[in-house]
């Protein structure tokens, strides 16, 4: 599925937050980015192994399916004929099986997975968390008639998933630390009984971080281990603090702003204004 929804929830003011887990060809990635409304935390090329990125290449490699004749401008309105689209599908699968080859010959040579996974880009699936409290705007150009036909598609399917989602209440009568007035991707309903909200909250963060609520190991998460993630990821300078733009506290104001989200107080922001106070 292109839009999974992990989080929905809504304030008692009446303000919504949103956490969907995204895939998506990874050349529109950079347009996704420039939606700055968006926290994100997305699949690393710098990250991810070498022969995990090669398999993919190999066995599922991203296949544009819009595909229309070179116009002059941005769009491309007129479909190739079909044999034309035959003969596509065979240039870009025969160049997606020759940059898993160059991957694989760099990763022979000791190359970093920095360097060699950059070959495999244009056929890579790009995973992506991404939260916010405002969609108006991303909606309005990325469905627009006119838009990348391949992110379009993606908005289609985030609309469509939000559309169909109930959102949960999240109280902003609670204090900051009742895990009932707080939105936290991945976190299960038997784990908000089982554990402080400050460590909720720190699993949320590294389980966004890994940007799927499985390690890349394949197992379940386990809140000691994310809990050792975040200190890594926040311990210490320099701090990697993306991942904590996922959680939020709800504010008592629907218009009430705190960085990117509105009705919702960041993590990031309280977790940082807490560093400079001491």
Request: include cysteine; hydrophobic fraction near 40%.
């Amino acid at each position: 599925m292109p839009a999974k929804i992990i989080a929905h929830s809504i304030s008692e003011a009446g303000k919504e937050i949103i956490t969907f887990q995204l895939s998506y060809w990874r050349a529109i990635h950079g347009e996704l980015k420039t939606h700055r409304a968006f926290s994100t935390s997305s699949m690393s090329s710098r990250a991810v192994p070498v022969a995990k990125m090669i398999a993919q290449v190999r066995q599922d490699p991203f296949i544009p399916k819009h595909v229309g004749r070179n116009q002059p401008g941005m769009q491309a309105h007129e479909p190739l004929t079909p044999a034309e689209r035959e003969e596509f599908l065979a240039v870009w699968l025969s160049n997606a099986q020759n940059a898993a080859w160059a991957a694989q010959q760099m990763s022979n040579l000791g190359v970093a997975k920095q360097i060699a996974n950059r070959v495999l880009e244009p056929y890579q699936i790009m995973h992506t968390v991404v939260t916010a409290t405002e969609f108006d705007n991303f909606y309005a150009l990325r469905r627009h008639a006119d838009a990348e036909p391949h992110f379009h598609d993606l908005a289609d399917e985030m609309w469509e998933a939000a559309k169909a989602s109930t959102p949960i209440v999240r109280s902003s009568q609670h204090c900051r630390d009742d895990e009932r007035g707080w939105h936290l991707p991945y976190i299960s309903d038997a784990e908000r009984g089982m554990y402080l909200p400050s460590k909720l909250i720190m699993a949320s963060a590294a389980r966004c971080a890994r940007v799927s609520y499985l390690n890349h190991d394949g197992t379940s998460p386990e809140v000691a281990k994310d809990l050792d993630l975040f200190e890594r990821l926040a311990g210490s300078a320099p701090i990697h603090a993306s991942p904590l733009e996922h959680q939020a506290e709800a504010a008592y104001r629907a218009d009430q702003e705190s960085r990117n989200f509105r009705g919702w107080h960041q993590h990031r922001e309280i977790f940082e204004d807490a560093l400079h106070a001491q």
